[in-house]
């Protein structure tokens, strides 16, 4: 069992930043793949970014590449979502997730992580 705890969202305004951390604890922890989703209201869960458990690899979405980064602190057990130039768009819950899968292309399918966070809210003024 692996827990996950989000933090770091709120209120910001466009073209500002915030920096997202999850900080998850359990057997094994260190050796997930650690994943970003966000859901606005009325919109499906999309994929943000990945990182994989040893950190030599992430992968992001279009439209937040150049703009949000994603890393992890092993000794601290955290990953962070650093979101620079944010835009009203970027508006939506964002949840940490973690999973074991293989293939670094199951990075952006929510279905092939185990365990989830309870999530933060950043919301984006124009």
């Known amino acids: 069992q692996v827990q996950l705890v989000e933090s770091g969202g709120g209120l910001v305004q466009a073209g500002g930043s915030l920096r997202l951390s999850c900080a998850a604890s359990g057997r094994a922890s260190t050796l997930y793949n650690m994943g970003w989703f966000r859901q606005a209201p009325g919109q499906e869960r999309e994929f943000v970014a990945a990182i994989r458990w040893n950190g030599v690899n992430t992968d992001s979405a279009d439209p937040v590449k150049g703009r949000f980064t994603i890393s992890r602190d092993t000794a601290k057990n955290t990953v962070y979502l650093q979101m620079n130039s944010l835009k009203p768009e970027d508006t939506a819950v964002y949840y940490c997730?973690?999973?074991?899968?293989?293939?670094?292309?199951?990075?952006?399918?929510?279905?092939?992580?185990?365990?989830w966070g309870q999530g933060t809210q950043v919301t984006v003024s124009s």
């Open positions: 997730a973690a999973g074991t899968f293989l293939y670094n292309t199951y990075y952006s399918r929510a279905a092939k992580y185990d365990y």
